[in-house]
């Protein structure tokens, strides 16, 4: 499993968890998915970062 991969599943896995026992905006505005989402955009960012790299 990718660094990326990792962190999507993580991402999900915590909001799921949370909007399943709190709903849905409550999950969004909890501090472990928000970095959980973090790590999730910086990996995409990094990844589309070395791909760029590459192709350069």
């Known amino acids: 499993m990718t ?3 990792l962190a999507a599943t993580e991402f999900v896995g915590a909001f799921e968890a949370i ?3 709190r709903g849905r ?3 969004l ?3 472990r998915v928000q970095a959980a989402r973090r790590r999730y955009l910086d990996e995409c960012t990094a990844s589309a970062l070395e791909t760029l ?3 350069a």
């Open 53 to 55: 790299s590459v192709a």
């Open 19 to 21: 909007a399943y026992l």
């Open 3 to 5: 660094p990326r991969q």
């Open 29 to 31: 505005r909890d501090p």
């Open 25 to 27: 905006d409550a999950a």
